[in-house]
């Protein structure tokens, strides 16, 4: 790095794929945002240089794999966004939670490797370490397992300015393993949610979430019809339910629900046959979305009174749904006839 860039603010190697992590940082002693994703598929580790980037508010290490972050890092007082795939931060335990300038901290891995001498003590350590980031914005913690919902919630429930969170549990060949999240209190600026593993039941805290804009549940489980407690969500606009998020065989979207909902996923839920929509429902729907829902043979009873749906999209839906809504002798069509865009692919 030549000693003529020291006024560079912004670096992006723009999928360059480095063999290598340069060590010449002290000649970039402005630089503000550094993107090195992805990373050579044998760079695992950044060097300590990194922590000569006094002004460094942006870090994308994204599409590395199991990144691993040296100690200096924390010497970056000012990073406010640091971006990676699977992070672990366990050889920084006791040192990140003085990185208070941190707004975006995504995606960190909690779920050690069989290498490391991490024991489970040490997990809820770093856990109820991240509470001390009380300025984050955006949060997403991959490799959650249960018994660590307690710790979590607690320090979740510090972060006043959350507005994006993603938790994702740990997984093995056979799945998912349960996301334990008993109680998080009112997060008055939370945004979007995504939960990504098995849930006991659905949790009662999100209802709670009034500022709820974007919901996302994959591979929850569920045996009970989760509509029921997001219905009455004032700000809810976009919902996406799936892949196996939801074991029913049914889902009923009642008169006056959902009042403000704009778009709707349905993905993969094996055994759903049956949807009903009450007229006073999804009123101000304009995207609906159904993909490989191999169960559901005819669109839901009620499509008609979406009098706002713009887009419906089929993707990878069974033969008997495309011939039902078939513009030629489809006994379901005049139900659709509404919608200005229907697109169908497999």
Known sequence: ISKKCRLLK?????????????????????????????????????TKFIGKLHNLETLDVRHA?????????????????????HMRLFQLKNSFGDMTSLQTLHQVNVDPDEEELINDDDVVELIRELGKLKNLRSLGLTGVKEGLGSALCSSINQMQNLEKLHIRSASNFYGFYMIDLPVISSLPMLRKLKLEGKLNKFPEWIPQLQNLVKLTLICSHLTEDPLK???????LLFLRIGPLAYGGESLYFKDGGFMQLKELYLRYLSNLSSIIIDKGSLNSLETLHFEGIGALKTVPCGIQHLENLLVLHILDMPSEFEQCIAPEGGPEHSSIQHVPLVRIAT
């Not at 190697?13 to 010449?24: A, C, I, Q």
């Open 10 to 46: 912004v670096l992006d190697f723009e999928d360059g794929r480095l063999p290598f992590v340069p060590e010449n940082w002290e000649n970039l002693v402005h630089l503000k945002s550094l993107s090195l994703r992805p990373l050579g598929m044998e760079t695992k580790s950044l």
């Open 65 to 85: 794999t199991s990144m691993e972050l040296p100690k200096e890092i924390c010497k970056l007082t000012r990073l406010r966004h640091l971006l990676g795939d």
């Open 229 to 235: 407690s997001l219905q009455n969500m004032p700000h």
